[in-house]
Nanobody, 120 residues
């Protein structure tokens, strides 16, 4: 069994910074892409940033230049450094990990989400 857990969400003022962390643990053989999604009230879940095991990153246009995704493969952990936060960044942030587990199955795993609130 594989678990994915996020941490780091908080209330912050506009212009501030936060760093989110997400760790995958359990019966893991390999972790492939790891991604951050977010969902604001009344809106669909959207991709914020993703990173491959080799370190190639992609970002949503709305966060380019402000957010940075990184990972520690040895710890099966992905980070999201969020700078110059805006009220429109307010959402629940979810971590997604593509994992091959010890049964050799390749699956998507989701965390439970962490709340980020940016006040104006």
């Amino acid at each position: 069994q594989v678990q994915v857990a996020e941490s780091g969400g908080d209330l912050v003022q506009a212009g501030g910074s936060l760093r989110l962390s997400c760790a995958a643990s359990g019966s893991i053989l390999s972790t492939y892409s790891m991604s951050w999604f977010r969902q604001a009230p009344g809106k669909e879940r959207e991709l914020v940033a993703s990173i491959t095991s080799g370190g190639s990153a992609n970002y949503a246009d709305s966060v380019k230049g402000r957010f940075t995704i990184s990972r520690d493969n040895a710890k099966n952990t992905v980070y999201l450094q969020m700078n110059r936060l805006k009220p429109e960044d307010t959402a629940v942030y979810f971590c997604n990990a593509v994992v091959r587990d010890t049964t050799f199955s390749l699956r998507n795993y989701w965390g439970q989400g962490t709340q980020v609130t940016v006040s104006s």
